[in-house]
């Protein structure tokens, strides 16, 4: 079982859609939980981070955490075009950061 | 403020040379991260530097990998000898110092693409 897994997709959703991705990780004790987004060919940005079950919003991102299914979402509202990225799910435990393999998403016009 | 700075950005070897990656963090930043980053696949950590200590480098392959961050700033990781398989992107990152079990932002340099022919 892999520690951090993503559907690879590909994700597609019309242009002011929501997108829906998701992940779940396998260590019960892991602590902190965060959203890249990675254009090809560049390096991974964050975009979004969260640390107790919920929902947290920032702008047309939400993450939500449930750490009794082990499971992290992120929903973009009102997909953009500019969007169209790889989404990386990552999970931290002591500082220590695993990647899933990510999702691609296309958002089209 | 100056981002995470790697070089090279591209590097071609043939299998069995020797290469090396250099990476300067962002200015203040006491943590640098090597990870490997294989197409189609998320960021794997090789090693964590916390100022000039390597604090992490279980997934490092010691037999042929090596790193060095000798004053607390820039890091080089080098490969010795290159195989086939170790065509991937190289990519830096850097974070605040870290404690008490909390986590402050890693940022990524833009990464060195390695092809070993």
């Known amino acids: 079982q892999k520690e951090v897994e993503q559907n690879s997709g590909p994700l597609s959703v019309p242009e002011g859609a929501i997108a829906s991705l998701n992940c779940t990780y396998s260590?019960?004790?892991?602590?902190?939980f965060f959203w890249y987004r990675q254009y090809s060919g560049k390096s991974p940005e964050l975009i979004m981070f969260?640390?107790?079950?919920g929902d947290k919003e920032d702008g047309r991102f939400t993450a939500q955490l449930n750490k009794a299914s082990q499971y992290v979402s992120l929903l973009i509202r009102d997909s953009q075009p500019s969007d169209s990225a790889t989404y990386l799910c990552?999970?931290?435990?002591?500082?220590?950061?695993?990647f899933g393999a990510g999702t691609r998403l296309t958002v089209k016009p | 403020e100056a981002g995470v700075v790697q070089s090279p950005r591209y590097k071609i070897i043939e299998k069995k040379q020797p290469v090396a990656f250099w990476c300067n963090p962002i200015s203040g930043h006491n943590t640098l991260y090597w990870y490997l980053q294989n197409l189609g696949q998320g960021p794997e950590l090789l090693i964590r530097?916390?100022?000039?200590?390597?604090?992490?480098d279980s997934q490092l392959p010691k037999d042929r990998f090596s790193a060095e961050r000798l004053k607390g700033v820039d890091s080089t990781l080098k490969i010795q000898p290159a195989e086939l398989g170790d065509s991937a992107v190289y990519l830096c990152?850097?974070?605040?110092?870290?404690?008490?079990?909390?986590?402050?932002?890693?940022?990524f340099g833009p990464g060195t693409r390695l092809t070993v022919l």
């Open positions: 969260i640390y107790s079950n």
């Open positions: 530097y916390e100022n000039e200590e390597a604090v992490d």
């Open positions: 260590d019960r004790g892991s602590q902190s």
């Open positions: 990552a999970v931290s435990k002591n500082n220590d950061m695993r």
């Open positions: 990152a850097s974070s605040r110092q870290t404690s008490g079990g909390g986590w402050n932002e890693q940022f």
